[in-house]
């Protein structure tokens, strides 16, 4: 798909007229009657300059803005003495994705809120998504042949049961409007979201915008979590708050086929139960860290790749096919650990290790069965650049045996497929600075380094710079 200047001149102009369209609305009080902590009360805080293009309407009962992501990558030819139906192309290429978001949000009473996202994506990515588990491009639809009209993103209702008298300040984002929020509570979300909006999160490396764009950095890429071919899916999601202390509960939908747009509504046939624990602690007398543990669990119409091989030695299919099986429900879980910590007010590091059982096939996220990721970043606070971001991060990703010899014979998956496979781990370093340029521009560039793509030593290594331009409104 082609990047149409004239399609995107017309959005922005629409975001733009939609956004400063609300500005003259009066501010208004959240009605509290709790205390308030307010630490640094009575200091004259810093003046901070305008970090969108427009000002946003100033009423906590009101959200709307809009952002708008430009990623460009391109790779230079590459070694690659065989390829497949699957494989990322070796000739050298160039690609451009766009993901523009309206974000818009009403709060109903003091304990509940209505949000609503509009979404319109469109380009593409390198070898139009295939050939890596470790995509570069976290933007990138994996899908390219679905339509390009914009769609709802999210759609959910969000309540607040109060558990405690005490309040705390807390930020207004797209997910929250609430300038208040009490220290213990439980929040309730129901509807259509992205499980990674809530789980697996990290300060440091979760967001394609302004940090790392790997989908295996920002996100765990063992965690085959459940999302449409988009990220999306319905559910219920139950969080427990308290200082220090965060647990999460989510039930949402699978998609009725790998990496499929229609969800399953049936929860018999298939759901997915996602836990996560949040622990918030000081260590070696450093800021206070954040440890988080999170398993899942799959249930869905996922075939087996060890049955896929044996059928095909057996002579009942051309080549291995993990979809070639009765409908089924299957299982397919994992366990993930993800760490950040700060070093000081400009500096951190952080991480992540995932696993999941690897004898289902990869079914909605990427095929990644094992990964190990380590990473520092940071904000350009040390020279006096405190809105610029920047990041290293090194992942390394693998599957199980049975994932290997799947490919290894010829077998196909969503995202891999080179025919055969000479077995090595997808090991990927990625780096970025992301400048603030001024009001809400944020330009970017990166460099990925990626050591034997879709886990085969023959192919490689793929060398894909990047530049980024983020709007925010």
Not at 161 to 189: A, C, Y
Not at 375 to 397: K, M
Not at 435 to 458: K, V
Request: with cysteine; charged share 20%; glycine share 10%.
């Amino acid at each position: 798909m082609r990047f149409r200047p004239v399609a995107f001149a017309a959005h922005l102009l629409i975001l733009t007229i939609v956004c400063l369209a609300p500005a003259h609305l009066a501010a208004q009080e959240f009605p509290t009657t709790e205390p308030v902590s307010t630490s640094g009360a009575g200091e004259a805080p810093e003046a901070d300059p305008m970090l969108t293009m427009f000002p946003r309407p100033e009423s906590d009962r009101i959200w709307l803005s809009g952002q708008a992501n430009f990623i460009t990558q391109y790779h230079p030819t590459f070694r690659s003495p065989y390829s497949g139906p699957n494989s990322l192309s070796a000739p050298a290429q160039t690609a451009t994705s766009r993901v523009l978001t309206l974000f818009t949000g009403i709060r109903i009473s003091s304990s509940t809120e209505f949000l609503c996202d509009v979404q319109e994506t469109g380009g593409g990515g390198i070898g139009q998504a295939l050939g890596l588990a470790g995509f570069p491009n976290l933007d990138v639809v994996r899908n390219p042949t679905l339509s390009q009209a914009p769609y709802i993103a999210r759609l959910m209702v969000h309540t607040v049961i109060p558990l405690g008298e005490t309040r705390v300040i807390s930020e207004r984002t797209p997910f929250s409007l609430f300038s208040s929020l009490p220290e213990r509570r439980l929040d309730i979300r129901f509807g259509k979201f992205s499980l990674v909006d809530f789980f697996d999160l990290n300060s440091y490396g979760s967001d394609s915008n302004f940090q790392f764009m790997n989908w295996t950095v920002d996100n765990t890429g063992s965690y085959d979590y459940a999302a449409d071919t988009r990220g999306y899916t319905y559910g219920v999601l139950f969080e427990y708050h308290q200082p220090h202390l965060a647990l999460r509960f989510a039930e949402a939908l699978m998609p009725k086929v790998a990496n499929g747009i229609h969800l399953e509504a049936d929860l018999a046939a298939a759901r997915a139960e996602n836990t996560e624990v949040e622990i918030h602690r000081k260590v070696f007398r450093l800021q206070e860290g954040t440890l988080r543990l999170l398993s899942f669990v799959n249930h869905a119409n996922m075939g087996l790749y060890s049955v896929a091989v044996n059928n095909y030695l057996a002579g009942l299919t051309p080549t291995p096919e993990v979809t070639a099986h009765p409908l089924q429900t299957t299982i397919k879980y994992g366990f993930l650990v993800n760490f950040e910590q700060p070093l000081n007010d400009s500096v951190g590091v952080f991480g992540r290790w995932g696993w999941n059982e690897g004898k289902h096939e990869s079914y909605a996220y990427t095929e990644d069965d094992e990964t190990f990721l380590l990473g520092v970043a940071g904000s350009g606070g040390a020279w006096n650049r405190r809105f610029d971001r920047w990041g290293f991060a090194f992942v390394s990703n693998g599957i199980s045996h049975d994932h290997q010899r799947y490919l290894a014979l010829g077998g196909l998956g969503f995202v891999l497929g080179d025919g055969r496979l000479n077995y090595g781990r997808e090991n990927i370093e990625e780096g970025f600075y992301t400048f603030h340029l001024w009001r809400g521009i944020y330009p970017s560039a990166g460099l990925q380094h990626i050591n034997d793509p879709g886990y085969n030593r023959d192919r490689g290594p793929v060398l894909v710079p990047t530049l980024r331009l983020h709007l925010e409104f």
